[in-house]
């Protein structure tokens, strides 16, 4: 196998990632994932399992016409039928690839496939060689490889390279191995099939013990360069090795000499696209893109990274899209922290006059969960922006099979009552675009996470906002019966905290 230290990296969100129940994306919607993709630089894009569905069957043409630079690649089992298919759905792709293969552990051979090593051994071969008939590349995944007989799964994947393939995918299917014992297990593969020079050697690693990321590491140090994962980690049952970490681990770890064509500063746009398409939100102390990755409330962190992001951070979060740090003021924050957010203010202390004012900050701080600049306004003496709020009057939305969703509003912004209208996507789009008429435009929604009602009878949705104003972020939460009603209580909370609204 070649020793370049060159990694591809293959993108299964759109098939495997998609398979999570709730997930599951229309085809314009995977069309904008996958154009997400090709812009982040992803080597492959596993589109989609064409003989599933007819859906996903016309998904993978259409995104083989919509992007031009990664390689398209369909799934098939280790059957004709599949393969002709997956060839079918490859046919406006530039580049293209089919993914065949079959089990290779006993547990599969032996009850999911009632047969033996021998007849898995010629049925995985024979798909290869079929699919060579359709495509220069094939891609052979020995499933459940993780738990299988690593003499066996030397023997086969021989069989696969030699019948054309060119890339042998290794998954840990159920997230089995141990990262030392996955490793050990591509290092017997290099060193125990003949021909592993002619393939990439790729991993394929689920999370079901948490171990994903490491396990993918550990067979990436051992020889592989290929590595199958998703961004958010998205995936079955727990997920899959997650996109921005593996990529980040290789570009952070200078060490390992192992380059992607990843464009990282795309990471945290994408992940976000990728939440919302697929209404699954990204928990916020995620490594790279959760909200939390890069915030610090601890007084001595915080004057850590104010004295040097390196203390705390060992990633630039420009590096992967994010704007800043952010410094999160709590009653466990010091003064560094205070003075630094006062000067952004325009507000200078020193010696007694910080001590006073930190004293002050504290009381307030033990009263309340988090400190917004208005509350620091008030400690300073500043009360100029303290009447720019906005508190709800009513919200009526109505709902039609026959038209779009619409919503009116009324708020007291600024001291006066305000009404405003407008249509969305759906009732939550419409009430925000209502309120969006009466208050700054430029503030844009960035997140909305509305958590699972409670089970009892008095049920309350809990909503979570994010919201971006220039380069801050502010967070918001509501909770009412209504979700619609919910969500408006999130977005309120979110722009209160935004230190001037502005007029539209």
Do not use: W
């Amino acid at each position: 196998m070649s020793k370049s230290n060159r990694v591809y990296i293959f993108d299964t969100t759109l098939r495997d990632g998609e398979q999570v129940p709730g997930c599951q994306l229309k085809t314009d919607e995977k069309i904008k994932v996958a154009k997400a993709l090709e812009a982040l630089g992803v080597d492959i894009i596993e589109a989609g399992f064409p003989i599933s569905s007819p859906g996903d069957f016309q998904s993978v043409i259409e995104i083989s016409k919509a992007v031009s630079n990664p390689v398209i690649c369909a799934l098939s089992r280790a059957n004709k039928k599949d393969i002709e298919v997956a060839a079918e759905s490859l046919k406006f792709a530039k580049r293209k690839r089919i993914h065949t293969g079959i089990g290779a552990s006993d547990y599969h051979i032996k009850h999911k496939f009632r047969s033996t090593r021998e007849d898995i051994l010629q049925r995985g071969v024979e798909a290869v060689k079929f699919a060579r008939n359709f495509v220069d590349d094939v891609e052979f995944y020995a499933e459940d490889a993780g738990r299988a007989d690593l003499e066996f799964l030397a023997r086969l994947l021989e069989g696969a390279i030699a019948a054309g393939a060119t890339v042998v995918n290794i998954p840990d299917t159920t997230g089995y191995c141990l990262p030392e014992e996955y490793g050990a297990k591509i290092k017997y593969l290099v060193d125990h099939v003949p021909n592993i020079d002619q393939a990439i050697i790729s991993v394929h690693c689920h999370n079901d013990l948490g171990m994903a990321t490491a396990n993918s590491i550990s067979g990436i140090i051992q020889g592989a360069r290929q590595i199958e994962c998703t961004i958010n980690g998205v995936g079955e049952r727990a997920g899959n090795t997650s996109l921005e970490e593996v990529v980040m681990i290789m570009k952070t770890h200078h060490d390992l000499a192992l380059e992607t064509n990843i464009q990282t500063q795309q990471l945290n746009s994408t992940s976000g696209l990728v939440s919302r398409l697929m209404r699954m939100p990204v928990q916020p102390n995620k490594a790279i893109v959760g909200r939390n990755a890069f915030a610090h409330s601890s007084g001595i962190h915080q004057d850590g990274v104010l004295k040097s992001r390196e203390n705390y951070e060992i990633m630039d979060p420009q590096d992967v899209g994010v704007a800043s740090s952010s410094i999160v003021l709590t009653a466990r924050s010091g003064r560094a922290a205070l003075k630094h957010r006062l000067e952004l203010l325009g507000h200078k202390y020193e010696g007694e006059a910080l001590d006073k004012v930190y004293q002050e900050f504290l009381v307030m701080a033990d009263e309340k969960k988090e400190i917004r600049d208005e509350d620091l306004l008030i400690l300073a003496g500043d009360t100029s922006l303290v009447d720019h709020q906005v508190e709800l009057d009513y919200l009526q939305v109505e709902t039609s099979t026959l038209k779009m969703p619409n919503a009116s509003i009324q708020v007291k912004y600024q001291g006066e009552l305000r009404k405003g209208f407008a249509v969305g996507n759906g009732p939550i789009d419409a009430a925000i675009n209502a309120l969006h008429t009466i208050v700054d435009q430029r503030i844009e929604l960035k997140e909305i996470l509305i958590q699972t009602l409670t089970s009892t009878s008095d049920e309350v949705g809990k909503v979570h906002v994010q919201v971006m104003q220039g380069e801050r972020v502010y967070y918001g939460f509501g909770a009412h019966s209504d979700i619609v009603r919910a969500s408006i209580n999130a977005y309120i909370d979110a722009l209160n905290k935004v230190p001037v609204v502005v007029e539209a």
